[in-house]
């Protein structure tokens, strides 16, 4: 079998996307061409035109029109597509792949005329998509990222790891430099706070309307994030804690102490998806794991020695301990780091309790693709639009029962003619999840 992943974005890099604009350059062409050159080329000239012309009505129809059952509902089409049913599909690609074969010029008008009416037909019945556009995309998601991060909080400390690493929330207005460490930024609580509350407004929306209003002030908060950013000053001031110096005479211990500081009592691992696998199954670290996530920044930056002396796994708490020792010049200082966000129990019991509710979901369907192979399509399946459009009863019923979903890998057999599209299912509001498979069957 094989396996795809899909990737998410941050909402940064998405807002600045939404914003962006393009630029369309022209060139000109030199008039000055020599006549008898120009007319022996006339005639291949028109074949050329022609291609370009089929193969611009190719692209037109490619990023038109999408293949849909009778029963296909308008908000189940994604926003700018058109959704049309196999006969109409096959009906304009055998008129295309007749004007691809043409070679004699006499025949050019008539095939240009004949794929026109092609082209103009497939509106005929045509359903306009109401659903899926870029933007509701990107709040699909979004949502998906708050689910992966764990929660609110945790999302946007990772946001924040995006405009600059190591940053930490003080309880503070007006932040001074100088109270804060040399490599690492301090964000206020107050914009923070806010952040939340907008994130808070946005899980809980429920309409497309609410969605997209709570989306925006969502975006635009994350968008200015770099201008409440205070970059520190001071080498020894304490990494993650605002105005608090350390207080130690001896220069290695000095050293010692500050790189142990930066990593903190405890941590989440930035690059895991949180609370979804358990620590025992996760195999032990060595040194160039513990810089994980927000754990062991600047070390370098105060030439010291790490090494694990211990690690030890809660599988109830979902936490591995690791004992780490930092040592210069003969001298030397431990400390226990609790890297969290692994599965609990509690977490496991409610996850449990999600799928237990959730157990009569639908999980089979028939293919809309049955002239294709599984191989040829499964990648239609990697992206939620695409996905919901050929699955809409998903759609549905993650709708009316205000789940999210984010796909984890899509699988392929074609002996046995199927797909199948690994999903996480999440509830934003209780922060649970489970895992479960939606096969795909009917494939050529």
């Known amino acids: 079998m094989r396996k795809s992943k899909l990737i998410f974005l941050s909402l940064g890099t998405i807002a600045t996307a939404l914003m962006s604009t393009s630029v369309m350059s022209s060139s000109c062409v030199n008039p000055n061409l020599e006549p008898q050159r120009w007319e022996y080329e006339y005639k291949d000239n028109e074949l050329e035109k022609f291609k370009e012309y089929y193969l611009d ?3 037109e129809f490619l990023a038109t029109y999408v293949l849909i059952s009778q029963d296909t509902k308008a908000e189940y089409i994604s926003t700018g597509w058109k959704g049309i049913l196999k006969e109409k599909m096959d009906a304009f690609k055998k008129v295309l792949n007749e004007a691809k074969t043409i070679t004699d010029e006499n025949k050019i008008a008539e095939a240009k005329i004949k794929l026109d009416n092609a082209f103009k037909e497939l509106d005929n019945g045509a359903i306009a998509g109401l659903g899926y556009n870029s933007v509701d995309e990107y709040i699909n998601e979004q949502r998906n990222s708050i689910a992966e991060a764990g929660g609110i909080r945790n999302y946007i400390q990772k946001e ?4 600059t690493d190591g940053c930490f929330i003080a309880d503070y207005d007006g932040l001074e430099p100088d109270k804060i460490n040399l490599y690492q930024k ?3 609580k107050k914009p923070f706070d806010e952040l939340v509350k907008a994130a808070e407004i946005f899980v809980k929306a429920k309409t497309p309307i609410e969605k997209y209003n709570a989306f925006r002030w969502l975006a635009g908060l994350i ?4 201008v409440h950013l205070v970059q520190g000053t001071q080498k020894y001031m304490t990494p993650f804690k605002y105005g608090e110096e350390i207080d130690e005479k001896d220069d290695d211990m000095k050293d010692i102490i500050a790189a142990l500081a930066w990593f903190p009592g405890y941590v989440y691992p930035k690059d895991y998806k949180m609370h979804m696998h358990k620590v025992s199954e996760e195999p032990k670290w060595d040194v160039s794991d513990l810089f994980l996530g927000q754990m ?3 070390v370098n930056k105060y030439s010291v020695n790490l090494t694990i002396v211990s690690q030890t796994d809660d599988e109830e708490k979902g936490t591995r301990t690791v004992k780490i ?3 210069k010049n003969g001298k030397f200082k431990e400390k226990d780091v609790v890297v969290g966000g692994f599965l609990t129990k509690e977490q496991e019991q409610k996850n449990n309790a999600l799928k237990e509710q959730h157990k009569l979901m639908k999980l089979e369907f028939p293919t809309k693709f049955t002239n294709q192979k599984a191989s040829d399509v499964y990648n239609e ?6 996905f919901f459009i050929e699955l809409p009863e998903v759609h ?3 709708d009316a029962n205000n789940l999210g979903c984010m796909i984890d890998n899509v699988e392929y057999d074609d002996n046995k003619k199927e797909c199948y599209a690994h999903i996480i299912v999440y509830d934003l509001l209780q922060e649970t999840c489970f895992k479960t498979t939606i096969k795909i069957t009917g494939f050529k």
């Open 57 to 59: 009505k190719e692209k």
């Open 223 to 226: 968008n200015i994030l770099p």
């Open 325 to 327: 020792k930092a040592e």
């Open 160 to 163: 924040l790891d995006n405009y």
């Open 396 to 398: 549905q019923y993650l």
């Open 296 to 298: 062991g920044l600047n």
């Open 381 to 386: 399946y990697q992206y939620l639009s695409r």
């Open 186 to 188: 301090a964000f206020p």
